[in-house]
């Protein structure tokens, strides 16, 4: 089928649409996840990220090498990159009101949408990108599309040390995990949005009790729901439609535990400003930046970053007000245009750009049937 264009929109179309500066407000965590290094695509839920543990003293860790995931969610579920998040949501929360959300969305989407209002929000810049976008009833999604989900570095490439710098200075808490990814909700610009995004570790102790203001996940009510014990997988979805596997293990953690971890030569310093889109998406609370030189890292330390991301919420009201307005947009757009559309930023023209796209589904059936309610 034969994409045609639908909208095209410039920076200048969301300028004066939102009054009020829009902050995120009502935060709330929903659940978690680890992907399992297996070839049947397979989650453990809630999992665990990996807990901060760092060595006394200088350490020098290898380059980067090998596999490095760039979306892990596409590279290991192509068929439905969402899937995971819905599963872990309906298995920590089987009752769920999905209808209550405006909108689906990773992190990395938000990121890119804010690239596009502000492009020094942005390490590189103008930047093309790809935001499949659905709508069935009151919920749009957004899926991020990937040209490479995965990128294999052989031992002449060099590509930093920031996955070694991880495997050193953090410690696995679930068997055979390749990535622990969490879901939270929160209201932002008159919107309610679920956030998926993936999370480098966490400061123990562990904590099965969330923060004040963070849900209380039930896990004998999810070990119930789903007939899960440690160790076993079982299936997800209805007839057979999923490939995806699910086991529980882990623990819940506390939101205000995690951190971001950021690494750099020493002689070029990461500014705080370059992290906050990041960090205030998916509001992360904890920051390490970690400097080397020729691999050895000197003792790097763990920063509370919250009153920094709400310094950079004011100083962003003009961007904040056009990201609010940009995806009321989207999905106006794309409710208005079948459901279903591709939005592509063409950095040439620098314009983000909506097209009619493949009728392929992006969930299993048994979650459009929840969405449609």
């Known amino acids: 089928m034969t994409s045609i264009k639908i909208a095209s929109i410039s920076r200048v179309d969301l300028k004066g649409f939102e009054e009020i500066t829009p902050s995120i407000t009502d935060v709330k965590h929903l659940s978690s996840y680890n992907w399992i290094d297996s070839e049947t695509p397979t989650i453990a839920i809630p999992g665990c990220p990996p807990l901060w543990s ?54 990395n989407n938000i990121r890119k949408l804010l690239s596009f209002i502000n492009p020094s929000l942005s390490k590189n810049g103008r930047e093309p990108f790809t935001i499949e976008v659905e709508v069935t009833g009151k919920t749009a999604v957004f899926c991020r599309a990937e040209t490479e989900t995965v990128r294999f570095l052989g031992p002449r490439d060099f590509a930093g040390f920031g996955h070694e710098f991880e495997k050193a200075y953090t410690r696995d808490q679930v068997n055979g995990s390749t990535g622990h990814h969490r879901i939270i909700s929160y209201s932002f610009g008159g919107l309610r949005l679920i956030v998926r995004y993936e999370t ?25 729901s789903l007939s899960l014990c440690p160790s076993k997988c079982v299936p997800c979805g209805t007839s057979g439609q ?65 009153a920094e991301m709400k310094e ?15 995806l009321k947009k989207l999905i106006d ?40 309610l």
């Not at 490095?68 to 579920?77: G, L, V």
């Not at 950079?312 to 940009?326: G, K, T």
């Open 54 to 107: 760092p060595p006394k003293g200088t350490r020098k860790v290898p380059k980067d090498s090998g596999c490095i995931y760039i979306a892990q969610n596409a590279a290991r579920h192509p068929e439905s990159p969402l899937e995971p998040l819905f599963r872990a949501l309906y298995t920590t929360h089987p009752s769920f009101d999905i209808g209550a959300v405006d909108l689906i969305t990773d992190r």
């Open 200 to 224: 480098d570790g966490y400061i123990g102790p562990l904590s099965g009790s969330p923060v004040v203001g963070m849900d209380q996940v039930d896990l004998s009510s999810m070990i119930q």
């Open 242 to 306: 999923s490939k995806l596997l699910l086991r529980h293990e882990g623990r819940t953690v506390a939101a205000d535990s995690i951190l971001e971890i950021k690494t750099r030569v020493a002689h070029k310093s990461i500014s705080v400003q370059e992290v906050l889109p990041q960090l205030w998406a998916s509001q992360t609370p904890k920051l390490v930046r970690a400097y080397h030189k020729n691999g050895v890292f000197a003792p790097p330390k763990v920063e509370h970053v919250v």
């Open 312 to 326: 950079w919420e004011e100083c962003h009201r003009e961007d904040l007000r056009r990201l609010s307005s940009l």
């Open 333 to 372: 757009i794309v409710k208005r245009s079948g459901g279903k559309a591709a939005a592509r930023y063409d950095h040439q023209k620098d314009r983000l750009e909506i097209w009619t796209a493949a009728t392929v589904k992006m969930l299993p059936d048994d979650l459009y049937t929840k969405l449609a």
